[in-house]
């Protein structure tokens, strides 16, 4: 059963639709990742799950109950928003004791949930210090802290990491595994680094346009992408522009496949280590001539840049040692198996 339930949840601003009607459900101990780029919605997404702001239309639901009409403090969730929101003059700890000061949790309790959040992010040592005594990295968990000492039953997270420098970031990629871990939580994080996405989530929520693309496991996204959208965000993409007349989709490449659909204008995506650079006499059941135009050994891979002689751009990903290596200039031909196509409208 799920614990967080979306039914037809959209955002409108005045005319401006920012988020097209969704469905959305995340089950108990999920992290999922709303992935997409700036624009698209997520923070308006994340804040209606918060109750910081009314959606236009549809349901949410937390653990059974419907929680559409209720105020943000009337939720079983707690926020941790971009730039933090620590007050400046409390120092570490009381920071972190804010929100139970508020509900008059008895002192002795509330000591003791301070010390555990600190101890989960690792701050002990700087309780008393005022946050402006402290790193970025230091602020983020304090912000961390003081939304975990809630004890929410959904974590929300918008865009957290993303004052931090990449070392910095990557650090606190692997502390918000840890904790997700050792809580059991279920935590519901926006970036629109497909990085950190694929580094964190179990499950990804792609976003463009104010519309929910797909969702599924990084796994499940990477192979099986339903929108052109989505496989060129994840990862990288051979993107080949087609139709489909009668059963058969036709390539302004050249290729043919057969595929049932309707009608009209699709693209077929095939991953870069998916396509090959075929070797004198060796052929596969799709082939495109192309031209190499620049070639970078990267250790345990060599990505090629192509050109098609339709003027369509290439990638080729090989590892090194594999066959004949290819210089620039060089004519290929460059080949897919059926199977390793996915078609999606264009
Ligand atoms: N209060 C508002 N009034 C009018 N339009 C708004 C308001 N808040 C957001 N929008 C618009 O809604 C759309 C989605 O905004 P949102 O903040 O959810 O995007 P986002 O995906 O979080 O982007 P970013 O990655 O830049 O934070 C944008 O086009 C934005 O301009
Ligand atoms: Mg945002």
């Not at 036709?250 to 309707?262: C, D, I, V």
Request: a neutral charge; aromatic letters at 4%.
């Amino acid at each position: 059963m799920p614990l967080l339930r979306l039914r037809g949840v959209s955002k409108q601003y005045g005319t401006v639709q920012a988020l097209a009607p969704l469905d959305l459900d995340i089950y108990p101990r999920d992290f999922v990742a709303m992935l997409g780029p700036s624009g698209c919605g997520k923070t308006t997404l994340l804040r209606m799950i918060g109750g910081f702001i009314p959606p236009s239309s549809g349901s949410i639901e937390i653990a059974g109950t419907d929680v559409t009409p209720l105020g943000p403090e009337r939720r079983p969730t707690n926020m941790v928003f971009q730039g933090y929101g620590l007050f400046p003059h409390m120092n570490v700890e009381q920071n972190v004791g804010y929100g139970l000061r508020i509900q008059k949790r008895p002192r002795e309790e509330i000591a003791e949930r301070v010390a555990d959040a600190l101890r989960l992010v690792q701050l002990m040592e700087l309780a008393k210090r005022t946050t402006e005594q402290l790193s970025g990295g230091q602020q983020q968990r304090v912000a961390l802290a003081r939304a975990l000492v809630m004890r929410p039953k959904v974590l929300l997270l918008d865009e957290p990491l993303a004052a931090l420098d990449l070392k910095l970031r990557h650090a606190m990629q692997d502390e918000l595994r840890r904790i997700h871990h050792e809580i059991g939580g279920t935590f519901v994080f926006v970036t629109h680094d497909q990085g950190e996405a694929l580094a964190l989530a179990n499950r990804i929520a792609v976003m463009h346009n104010g519309r929910l693309e797909q969702v599924g496991t990084a796994e499940d996204i990477y192979v099986l992408p339903q929108t052109r959208f989505v496989a060129t965000f994840i990862g990288e993409a051979n993107v080949f522009d087609g139709t489909r007349a009668s059963g058969t989709v036709t390539l302004q490449a050249g290729p043919r496949l057969a595929s049932t659909g309707p009608d009209g204008a699709v693209a077929a995506i095939v991953r870069p280590e998916d396509l090959g650079i075929l070797e004198e006499g060796e052929t596969r059941d799709h082939i495109v001539e192309a031209v190499i135009e620049d070639a970078i050994f990267l250790g345990s891979q060599l990505r090629y840049r192509l050109r098609g002689l339709n003027g369509e751009s290439l990638l080729i990903h090989t590892r090194p040692g594999k066959g004949k290596t290819h210089s620039i200039d060089d004519k290929v031909r460059t080949g897919w198996c059926n199977g390793d196509h996915r078609l999606v409208s264009a």
